[in-house]
């Protein structure tokens, strides 16, 4: 299983609990669930995502009552010097003719998306349920690499960090000299803990 940003936590989730999955690879991996309550950088804590969980409810109560659905956006719609830089490069890969697809469109629902991935732990029993292999890489300047330090260090089952210097979260969806080195790590990883299957 190889997984990418948020990706990446579900691919570790789902390994967690699947043990046909032999070995695990993430790359600028996001625990959604702790990037949403904690913030971008995971300075706030957990409790800091209730006033949000009580609009959330807000909002379920007058869609009950015939109000118009509110949606948010998955990345910055704007940004501005105080945008994270990897916000502001979310941005510009998703928003932009860099990434850009028609049907996405930069929007989720208020009441649905977030109360779910508000209580989603990505890691949750990690420490006892993921025995495989584990490769994470991640970029140093990436605002979310936090993820992947708590992953590695959290994880009991035989593991590798990588941390690519002058990386960006966003730099390994598509920058070729991250992309590669995500790759040229992947490869040898894989070849070792598949082979013979």
Same mark, same amino acid.
């Given at each position: 299983? $190889?997984?990418?940003?948020?990706?990446?936590?579900?691919?570790?989730?789902?390994?967690?609990?699947?043990?046909?999955?032999?070995?695990?690879?993430?790359?600028?991996?996001?625990?959604?669930?702790?990037?949403?309550?904690?913030?971008?950088?995971?300075?706030?804590?957990?409790? *800091?995502?209730?006033?949000?969980?009580?609009?959330?409810?807000?909002?379920?109560?007058?869609?009950?009552?015939?109000?118009?659905?509110?949606?948010?956006? @998955?990345?910055?719609?704007? &940004?501005?010097?105080? &945008?994270?830089?990897?916000?502001?490069?979310?941005?510009? @890969? @998703?928003?932009?003719?860099?990434?850009?697809?028609?049907? *996405?469109?930069?929007?989720?629902?208020?009441?649905?998306?977030? &109360?779910?991935?508000?209580? /989603?732990?990505? $890691?949750?029993?990690?420490?006892?349920? %993921?025995?495989?292999?584990?490769?994470?890489?991640?970029?140093?300047?990436?605002?979310?690499?936090?993820?992947?330090?708590? %992953?590695?260090?959290?994880?009991?089952?035989?593991?590798? %960090?990588?941390?690519?210097?002058?990386?960006?979260?966003?730099? /390994?969806?598509?920058?070729?000299? @991250?992309?590669?080195?995500?790759?040229?790590?992947?490869?040898? $990883?894989?070849?070792?803990? %598949?082979?013979?299957?």
């Amino acid at each position: 299983m $190889f997984g990418v940003c948020a990706g990446g936590g579900y691919a570790v989730n789902a390994t967690m609990t699947d043990h046909r999955i032999k070995a695990i690879g993430t790359v600028s991996a996001v625990n959604i669930g702790s990037a949403y309550r904690k913030g971008w950088f995971g300075a706030d804590a957990d409790s *800091a995502a209730v006033p949000t969980l009580d609009a959330a409810a807000q909002q379920r109560t007058a869609e009950s009552q015939g109000a118009e659905a509110a949606y948010i956006p @998955y990345v910055p719609a704007e &940004t501005d010097e105080n &945008t994270p830089r990897d916000m502001v490069e979310a941005h510009d @890969y @998703y928003l932009t003719p860099r990434a850009q697809h028609p049907n *996405a469109q930069n929007k989720k629902l208020f009441t649905k998306s977030i &109360t779910r991935i508000f209580a /989603f732990d990505a $890691f949750h029993l990690v420490e006892d349920l %993921l025995t495989q292999p584990l490769l994470a890489i991640a970029g140093s300047e990436a605002g979310s690499l936090w993820h992947t330090t708590e %992953l590695h260090a959290r994880a009991r089952s035989p593991k590798k %960090l990588v941390v690519v210097e002058g990386g960006a979260h966003m730099d /390994f969806y598509d920058v070729p000299q @991250y992309v590669k080195r995500a790759v040229d790590e992947a490869v040898p $990883f894989f070849e070792e803990h %598949l082979a013979g299957e």
